[in-house]
């Protein structure tokens, strides 16, 4: 199955300041890798997705970049506010619409 | 609107007591899936089902149990034969299809056994 990880585990920032979480996968035949955002008590909430075919993808302060060769994609999120603070998720998949979850990153920004 | 709901927001159980969390959704979505949550921690799935009177196991099935006779509704048991049920449960839905889409989450439960 496919193995998962990210990091940091935490990240604290001033806000303002931007804020990189990275996501490390194995199965090379993962093609689509989205990125959740949890608040407190809440469900998780689709941010930002991107598919193989695409290296880079930007929605205003945020945005997704994919390395395929290395296995990896990576959540930036510029000009950080506090409403930004949350736990992220990165979730890559191969097939089926079966998403497998990373640990998460927990997101303090500070004002 | 349209979404996910799920009920109750909070639930408390005894030990070696059955106990069914609903979760329902007006998206027309054909696919339903089940996650457990422990306390810093992802999301792990129990069940999925991709379609009406169809479901499979997840990566974590063992002491749960789920239906799907409403393409709505996608209910979870937890049974006393799971060892450690407290945890925040999540649904969710999907469109299947050739591509694959977002998953739309409900608000959770927290189940708590006493």
């Known amino acids: 199955g496919e193995n998962v990880e990210q990091h940091p585990s935490t990240l604290s920032v001033q806000e303002g300041d931007s804020a990189v979480i990275k996501c490390t996968y194995s199965d090379s035949a993962s093609n689509y890798f989205p990125w959740y955002k949890q608040e407190l008590g809440k469900g998780p909430q689709l941010i930002i997705d991107i598919r193989s075919n695409v290296g880079e993808k930007k929605d205003q302060r945020i945005a997704v970049t994919l390395n395929k060769t290395a296995k990896h994609f990576s959540l930036h999120i510029t000009e950080t506010q506090p409403e930004d603070s949350a736990v992220y998720f990165c979730a890559p998949s191969n097939a089926g619409n079966m998403l497998t979850f990373g640990g998460g990153t927990r997101l303090m920004v500070k004002p | 609107d349209g979404g996910i709901t799920q009920s109750p927001k909070y639930l408390f159980r005894k030990e070696g007591q059955n106990v069914t969390l609903s979760c329902e959704q007006n998206?027309?979505?054909?696919?339903m899936y089940w996650y457990r949550q422990d306390p810093g921690q992802g999301l792990r799935l129990i069940y999925y089902?991709?379609?009406?009177?169809?479901?499979q196991k997840g990566d974590i099935a063992e002491g749960y149990s789920v239906s799907r006779e409403k393409k709505e509704s996608f209910p979870l048991t937890v049974t006393s034969a799971q060892k450690n049920p407290t945890a925040f449960y999540l649904c969710a839905s999907s469109t299947p299809g050739l591509l694959l889409n977002e998953q739309f989450f409900g608000p959770g439960t927290r189940l708590t056994v006493l």
């Open positions: 998206l027309n979505h054909d696919a």
């Open positions: 089902s991709q379609i009406v009177n169809d479901f």
